[in-house]
């Protein structure tokens, strides 16, 4: 049985009626702590990739484990129910292990660091922030294998234990596990910072306790729980049907040319409970896109996604859990088996967000968005620059957001939504490279009444010799539309290199070499549209081409007609409006709720014809899994 927390101070915690002038004061003061220690990591940091891009997640829970302000919560509960030693004032504990946590963090590059807060001898609550290192050790910089069929091949793997020991650094500890990394005193900063951030957060909970006093704290984030879970019952009951909804869609391939991978999942209320049934996802990959999905972290999914659409200022956290329930296959693609490798899992993660789209919109129509979290699109570039000295590039790009209810996708953005670019200034002063193309490519969201955010193009020009690894997806399906909206466009990765020489790239790929005068185009998927483009207004199509978002010939997929003169566009109202009918007529009025840009076994057969890569060969299970109950 894991040990229970230590308190010199055994005297329990009342609960009292809280003030609600109070109440708010509290919930500000803890949102306002939770954006603090973003800024003390931002600030102390030294990877680009959390200094810059904000890969971190904080959070502060109650005594229990629940979070009540962050991104991320289920941490601090499933370590508690895990770790088997003592924990007391002045410890700080640290771990990469997705399964020794139960998949709260679900890859090795993850750093978790958790810390009980005390005063007075007793337990008030937890602070818990995870960052992205650049490195930690493994078969490629970046320890993010595309190839890697067991975890022990994606570097140093970390399970729970103390780095601090009643406030005295465990140096020893601290000393093996740089030793594994690439960029060592990248990842010490950075883990510096990472406890820094925990540190400010028990600081701001030990003022706010003291200033209201233990049981008024106490009962106030009770309170602020309770009112989530609330405002959640009551999403759940007025938007999820009790008859079920299932959808699907495919992981486009493993990065050992094998796919594509179905997640399936079915949803439905029971009473005041959400289900969601993932049966008929494919079982786990011999590859490294496994995705060790922690079920409480899919919760979270489910209530951003909820709230997010009814409410953005109801508070986030943990309250509603048990409003829900997952059934994850074992021995599936998300819920893996170890050693099963999962460097790669981010494509299926952000294909999950999909189907969640896909799922919600089907019920309740106010939910119904398009495609367009498709993927989290990793370059690296690493070698040796003119000084000798070893660099290495991890930068996560961005792809086009879905068309959604409320209107367009945005163009060229994260599926997370607190990430930020690395300036192109920034990257080109500490890599030996430069960006010679940045800009939304035009015509890659899908046409809608809502357009779908346009990709990204990055075009990236090699100054010194070294190796590139990338991580995209949908190269192969589309990111989809619906009522009436068109697909996105699909991703490609093309290197041409200095001898005038050209070749297109997988989506996932490791140790490409490079040499000076070597450019890399780097094209992200666009999103899905949301309705009908031939109801878009044709000055909102007339604004898109003259912002370089469309084109002119991309107008007719609107059934626009744009007419250019001396630099200077305009709209052919005559000819749209014919064009518009005939366009209508040749489409029936038949219009599918989702447009995938055609069934896989199509996209399959022209693979080669539409993207210059062979199709990947059907998926082989590993034999050595209980694959219990998913699906053969």
């Not at 509960?77 to 997705?98: K, W």
């Not at 990959?285 to 409480?296: D, L, P, Q, V």
């Not at 099963?340 to 789209?357: M, P, Q, W």
Request: hydrophobic letters at 40%; charged letters at 25%; proline letters at 6%.
């Amino acid at each position: 049985m894991p040990a229970i927390v230590i308190e010199t101070n055994q005297t329990p915690f009342n609960t009292v009626d809280v003030d609600p002038v109070d109440l708010d004061i509290i919930e500000n003061a803890l949102r306002s702590a939770r954006v603090e220690m973003d800024a003390v990591l931002f600030r102390t940091a030294m990877s680009p990739g959390i200094r810059e891009q904000h890969d971190e997640f904080p959070l502060i829970a109650n005594r229990d484990g629940k979070m009540v302000v962050g991104q991320f919560g289920a941490f601090i509960h499933t370590f508690l129910q895990n770790y088997d030693g003592e924990i007391e004032e002045g410890d700080v504990f640290l771990t990469n292990d997705p399964y020794s946590c139960d998949g709260a963090v679900s890859h090795t590059p993850d750093w978790l660091v958790l810390m009980p807060i005390y005063k007075e001898g007793r337990v008030i609550g937890w602070a818990a922030m995870f960052g992205h290192m650049t490195d930690s050790g493994g078969r490629v910089p970046g320890s993010m294998p595309t190839d890697a069929q067991q975890i022990y091949e994606e570097g140093i793997i970390i399970p729970p234990l103390k780095l601090y020991t009643k406030g005295v650094l465990q140096s020893d500890i601290l000393n093996l596990i740089l030793h594994n990394c690439r960029m060592a005193q990248w990842n010490k900063s950075d883990l510096n910072s990472l406890i820094a951030g925990c540190r400010l957060a028990a600081t701001r909970v030990t003022e706010l306790s003291t200033r209201f006093g233990d049981d008024v704290y106490f009962s106030a984030l009770n309170e602020l729980l309770d009112r989530t879970k609330r405002a959640v019952g009551e999403l759940i009951l007025a938007n999820i049907p009790e008859e079920k909804q299932s959808f699907e869609d495919w992981v486009c391939d493993d990065g050992m040319g094998m796919g594509p991978y179905r997640i399936a999942c079915s949803m439905w209320r029971e009473g005041e409970k959400l289900i969601m049934d993932f049966g008929g996802t494919d079982p786990q990959s011999a590859g490294a896109i496994n995705f060790y999905c922690n079920e409480e972290m899919m919760k979270m999914y489910c209530g951003v996604f909820m709230i997010y659409l009814a409410d953005p200022q109801i508070l986030f956290n943990d309250g509603f859990y048990d409003l829900m329930e997952f059934r994850i296959p074992k021995g599936s693609l998300l819920a893996p088996q170890k050693p099963a490798a999962l460097s790669g899992r981010t494509h299926a993660l952000s294909r999950v967000v999909d189907v969640l789209n896909g799922l919600f919109g089907q019920g309740n129509p106010d939910y119904l968005c398009a495609a367009g979290f498709s993927a989290s699109p990793h370059f690296f570039f690493s070698g040796h620059n003119e000084h000798g000295e070893w660099f290495q590039q991890y930068q996560i790009g961005f792809g086009g957001i879905a068309g959604k209810p409320s209107g367009d996708g945005a163009d060229g953005h994260a599926m997370w939504p607190d990430f930020t670019n690395v300036p192109n200034e920034f990257v080109e002063a500490m890599y030996p490279l430069r960006i010679e193309t940045y800009a939304a490519i035009a015509d890659t969201g899908g046409a809608g009444l809502h357009r779908g955010g346009n990709g990204v193009h990055t075009g990236y020009r090699f100054l010194r010799a070294g190796q590139v690894s990338i991580h995209d997806d949908r190269w192969l399906t589309h990111p989809w539309g619906v009522k009436g909206g068109l697909p996105g466009a699909r991703s490609s990765k093309i290197l041409e290199r200095a001898d005038g020489t050209r070749s297109v790239l997988p989506s996932k790929c490791d140790r490409i070499k490079v040499v000076p005068g070597d450019i890399l185009q780097f094209r992200t998927w666009g999103g899905g549209g949301w309705g009908d483009p031939f109801e878009r207004a044709a000055e909102l199509v007339l604004d898109d081409v003259e912002g370089g978002l469309v084109t002119a010939e991309g107008a007719r997929r609107y059934g626009v007609v744009i007419e250019e003169s001396d630099g200077d566009y305009g709209v052919d109202a005559a000819a749209t409006e014919t064009l518009r009918e005939e366009l209508r007529e040749a489409r029936g009025s038949d219009i599918p709720l989702f447009d995938k840009g055609g069934d896989l076994a199509d996209l399959i057969a022209r693979c080669e014809q539409d993207t210059g890569l062979a199709p990947p060969a059907p998926p082989v299970f590993p034999d050595w899994v209980d694959k219990g109950e998913a699906a053969q």
